[in-house]
């Protein structure tokens, strides 16, 4: 088992064993220290401890995923990577191990650590990534350095007097430093996505990384803090997948995505297109005059030249369906009033058993209650008619298969003392006087079909890699038999079989399949048992049964 699996898996293991053994001694101590990493607090106590232990349970899923994405090795190379890169990816990972492993510094040697890590790789991802402009690389530098600077003048600031005394625009400096950082992820997710390496599973958990906040706020609003909203606080994990992911696909090939440039010309154009097509909030019903020499009315009809089904059409459009169905451009030119008054006349006779020259499926257009009684299949949709007819094509299916095994129960072995492991017996039913073959499944055999059909071929047929058997006939089904050997059969008697003949078939995969010959689907094995190479095909043939057998020609005898 790999490093990163087995490592996910055990810590998933222990963390339901501390779980359990929490449930067990009534305290969530055990589960709490495998899961957070850190001693609980005392309001961990006061917590009640089942949903306590549900959530530390989340947390160790959430862990062990965690653990599988980090240790996973990198991808195999695929172009070379630079030193930059290189460099890049080494100090993400050590990013991901610093953030990963609990520190006990004191916090201004923890902030310097921190900047002395995260400043460079922030350096080389404004170089390593391609497809950005020279601006966008600066801004990006610009941004990513606010909240390390930030961090470290709080850090050295911290209960002084400097920090009392520029108090009226701290609030304001943390402000930027946080919209900082957001402009600083949302810059390193376009790079990513610009220069195409990073996979969109990576950075959908760089987008992920801002619902973390939100997902902490939510919590600390509904439970009023505790050990819950500290259990949701450890769960801000997609920063650390999101980094480990980032190192493991650097070595991928940039395919580069064109930026968002939009030339000044065009929002001019698209807000004059606009202006030009915007009208009134919905299009105008029929008046019953819209068949008029004009292009604009003419363009109603458009997908409507053959009558649709009518659960098909919403309520509304079912009546300019039913006129677009019915009138024809070489027809007298009726007006949609009258085309209207001679359907409703028609369901009207209709309903009353009178004969009607109009075809129902266009009445139900128009009374789909009244043509629905007698042609009840009208009201169907098309999805509902697909539905019928493949349940009908599953039960021709099914009795095809029946039969077939049926036909496969009657067929018997015709030489059943030559037993092998590799031989199948299967019922062909030649429908359209066409024969089967056996082939090697991995060669273009389009050329020796060709040359086997141009030559005068009786009853086998062979050219390289294929293998024709004209055998079948349309007035019974064949039984077919095919046993691949080790070596060359004995000789079998001639006596009983209309046909005994031999030729040589080729296998340079080192696989020779019979095709699916029988409905009920039965497998032929492997037929080239010796691997890649010349084998010797031999067919005794007779009215309905055909035996094949397959072996080696460098141990013929």
Same mark, same amino acid.
């Given at each position: 088992?790999?490093?990163?699996?087995?490592?996910?898996?055990?810590?998933?293991?222990?963390?339901?064993?501390?779980?359990?053994?929490?449930?067990?001694?009534?305290?969530?101590?055990?589960?709490?220290?495998?899961?957070?990493?850190?001693?609980?607090?005392?309001?961990?106590?006061?917590?009640?401890?089942?949903?306590?232990?549900?959530?530390?349970?989340?947390?160790?899923?959430?862990?062990?995923?965690?653990?599988?994405?980090?240790?996973?090795?990198?991808?195999?190379?695929?172009?070379?990577?630079?030193?930059?890169?290189?460099?890049?990816?080494?100090?993400?990972?050590?990013?991901?191990?610093?953030?990963?492993?609990?520190?006990?510094?004191?916090?201004?040697?923890?902030?310097?650590?921190?900047?002395?890590?995260?400043?460079?790789?922030?350096?080389?991802?404004?170089?390593?990534?391609?497809?950005?402009?020279?601006?966008?690389?600066?801004?990006?530098?610009?941004?990513?350095?606010?909240?390390?600077?930030?961090?470290?003048?709080?850090?050295?600031?911290?209960?002084?007097?400097?920090?009392?005394?520029?108090?009226?625009?701290?609030?304001?400096?943390?402000?930027?430093?946080?919209?900082?950082?957001?402009?600083?992820?949302?810059?390193?997710?376009?790079?990513?996505?610009?220069?195409?390496?990073?996979?969109?599973?990576?950075?959908?958990?760089?987008?992920?990384?801002?619902?973390?906040?939100?997902?902490?706020?939510?919590?600390? $609003?509904?439970?009023?803090?505790?050990?819950?909203?500290?259990?949701?606080?450890?769960?801000?994990?997609?920063?650390?997948?999101?980094?480990?992911?980032?190192?493991?696909?650097?070595?991928?090939?940039?395919?580069?995505?064109?930026?968002?440039?939009?030339?000044?010309?065009?929002?001019?154009?698209?807000?004059?297109?606009?202006?030009?097509?915007?009208?009134?909030?919905?299009?105008?019903?029929?008046?019953?005059?819209?068949?008029?020499?004009?292009?604009? /009315?003419?363009?109603?009809?458009?997908?409507?030249?053959?009558?649709?089904?009518?659960?098909?059409?919403?309520?509304?459009?079912?009546?300019?369906?039913?006129?677009?169905?019915?009138?024809?451009?070489?027809?007298?030119?009726?007006?949609?009033?009258?085309?209207?008054?001679?359907?409703?006349?028609?369901?009207?006779?209709?309903?009353?058993?009178?004969?009607?020259?109009?075809?129902? $499926?266009?009445?139900?257009?128009?009374?789909?209650?009244?043509?629905?009684?007698?042609?009840?299949?009208?009201?169907?949709?098309?999805? *509902?008619?697909?539905?019928? *007819?493949?349940?009908?094509?599953?039960?021709?299916?099914?009795?095809?298969?029946?039969?077939?095994? /049926?036909?496969?129960?009657?067929?018997?072995?015709?030489?059943?003392?030559?037993?092998?492991?590799?031989?199948?017996?299967?019922?062909?039913?030649?429908?359209?006087? *066409?024969?089967?073959?056996?082939?090697?499944? /991995?060669?273009?055999?389009?050329?020796?079909?060709?040359?086997?059909?141009?030559?005068?071929?009786?009853?086998?047929?062979?050219?390289?890699?294929?293998?024709?058997?004209?055998?079948?006939? *349309?007035?019974? $089904?064949?039984?077919?038999?095919?046993?691949?050997?080790?070596?060359?059969?004995?000789?079998?008697?001639?006596?009983?079989?209309?046909?005994?003949?031999?030729?040589?078939?080729?296998?340079?995969?080192?696989?020779?399949?019979?095709?699916?010959?029988?409905?009920?689907?039965?497998?032929?094995?492997?037929?080239?048992?010796?691997?890649?190479?010349?084998?010797?095909?031999?067919?005794?043939?007779?009215?309905?049964?055909?035996?094949?057998?397959?072996?080696?020609?460098?141990?013929?005898?």
């Amino acid at each position: 088992m790999r490093i990163y699996r087995l490592a996910a898996s055990a810590y998933l293991v222990i963390t339901i064993g501390s779980i359990i053994l929490s449930l067990v001694i009534g305290t969530a101590t055990p589960a709490w220290l495998l899961t957070m990493w850190y001693p609980p607090d005392e309001f961990v106590g006061r917590s009640s401890l089942v949903p306590l232990l549900g959530g530390l349970l989340l947390l160790g899923l959430v862990n062990a995923w965690m653990l599988w994405e980090i240790l996973r090795p990198p991808t195999p190379v695929a172009v070379p990577m630079g030193r930059a890169a290189r460099w890049l990816r080494l100090l993400l990972y050590a990013e991901v191990l610093w953030l990963l492993i609990p520190s006990f510094f004191p916090g201004p040697i923890e902030t310097v650590i921190g900047l002395a890590l995260w400043v460079p790789v922030l350096v080389l991802f404004a170089v390593v990534p391609t497809g950005s402009s020279r601006l966008f690389r600066l801004a990006l530098l610009l941004f990513g350095l606010v909240e390390p600077v930030v961090s470290l003048v709080n850090s050295l600031a911290d209960d002084s007097e400097f920090q009392l005394f520029m108090s009226p625009a701290y609030r304001a400096t943390l402000m930027a430093a946080g919209l900082a950082s957001f402009v600083l992820m949302v810059m390193l997710l376009l790079a990513q996505r610009r220069d195409g390496r990073w996979s969109r599973t990576t950075l959908l958990i760089g987008v992920g990384t801002f619902v973390s906040p939100f997902l902490v706020e939510l919590v600390d $609003a509904l439970t009023s803090g505790g050990a819950i909203e500290s259990i949701a606080e450890a769960m801000d994990v997609l920063y650390l997948v999101w980094l480990a992911r980032t190192a493991r696909e650097l070595n991928r090939e940039p395919a580069r995505k064109a930026p968002l440039r939009v030339p000044p010309a065009v929002p001019a154009v698209a807000a004059a297109l606009l202006v030009m097509v915007v009208g009134s909030e919905g299009r105008p019903h029929l008046t019953y005059t819209w068949l008029v020499d004009g292009p604009d /009315e003419l363009m109603e009809c458009v997908g409507w030249s053959k009558p649709a089904r009518v659960a098909d059409i919403p309520a509304h459009e079912r009546d300019r369906a039913y006129l677009c169905s019915v009138n024809k451009p070489s027809g007298p030119h009726l007006s949609d009033q009258e085309l209207l008054g001679k359907g409703w006349d028609a369901c009207a006779r209709f309903a009353a058993d009178e004969p009607v020259r109009a075809r129902p $499926a266009l009445l139900a257009l128009l009374c789909p209650e009244v043509i629905g009684r007698k042609y009840p299949d009208l009201l169907l949709s098309s999805a *509902q008619i697909d539905q019928r *007819q493949a349940a009908k094509d599953d039960l021709v299916r099914e009795q095809l298969a029946r039969e077939a095994r /049926e036909e496969d129960a009657r067929c018997r072995d015709p030489w059943p003392t030559l037993r092998t492991r590799f031989q199948a017996t299967a019922s062909y039913y030649d429908w359209d006087t *066409q024969p089967y073959g056996i082939y090697d499944p /991995e060669a273009d055999i389009e050329q020796d079909s060709d040359v086997i059909w141009d030559s005068d071929v009786d009853a086998l047929g062979t050219s390289g890699e294929l293998a024709l058997f004209f055998t079948s006939t *349309q007035d019974w $089904a064949t039984c077919v038999t095919a046993k691949a050997l080790n070596s060359a059969p004995p000789p079998l008697r001639r006596k009983g079989w209309d046909k005994v003949v031999e030729a040589d078939i080729i296998s340079e995969s080192g696989q020779l399949v019979m095709e699916t010959l029988s409905a009920s689907r039965v497998r032929f094995p492997n037929l080239a048992r010796s691997g890649p190479g010349r084998y010797r095909l031999r067919l005794y043939t007779r009215p309905g049964v055909d035996l094949i057998l397959i072996y080696p020609a460098r141990r013929a005898a």
